[in-house]
Nanobody, 134 residues
Framework: QVQLVESGGGPVQAGGSLRLSCAYFGTTYSTYYSTYCMGWFRQAPGKEREGVAVIYTKTDTTYYADSVKDRFTISRDRAKNTLYLEMPSLKPEDTAMYYC???????????????????????WGQGTQVTVST
């Protein structure tokens, strides 16, 4: 079983920055680590969950949703088994619950725009709330 634990969310003013972290562990995950996709997803109140950024673990190739491209950065520290999301220049529309997830590599890019691929990621964290005020 794989476990994902997010942290780093909180209240912030528009223009501010946050760094989300996702610690991942579990024997099952480590077996397939090289061929997984990990990502950040978010869900605002009353809205469907959407993709934010994903990273293909075999090559560390990254993909971003258009709404955060050139603003957010996804990365991971292999030694610490931790996934990060750097979020500078935050906007009120970034307010949401942010989730870390891990899934099959074949779903990686399409998870950003396709609900089926996104919601079929194998493992999800409990989420961390980000609230951006004006």
């Amino acid at each position: 079983q794989v476990q994902l634990v997010e942290s780093g969310g909180g209240p912030v003013q528009a223009g501010g920055s946050l760094r989300l972290s996702c610690a991942y562990f579990g024997t099952t995950y480590s077996t397939y680590y090289s061929t997984y996709c990990m990502g950040w997803f978010r869900q605002a109140p009353g809205k469907e969950r959407e993709g934010v950024a994903v990273i293909y673990t075999k090559t560390d190739t990254t993909y971003y949703a258009d709404s955060v491209k050139d603003r957010f950065t996804i990365s991971r520290d292999r030694a610490k088994n931790t996934l990060y999301l750097e979020m500078p220049s935050l906007k009120p529309e970034d307010t949401a619950m942010y989730y870390c997830a891990a899934g099959d590599a074949s779903r990686c890019l399409r998870s950003l725009t396709d609900r089926t691929h996104r919601e079929n990621f194998n493992y999800w964290g409990q989420g961390t709330q980000v609230t951006v005020s004006t």
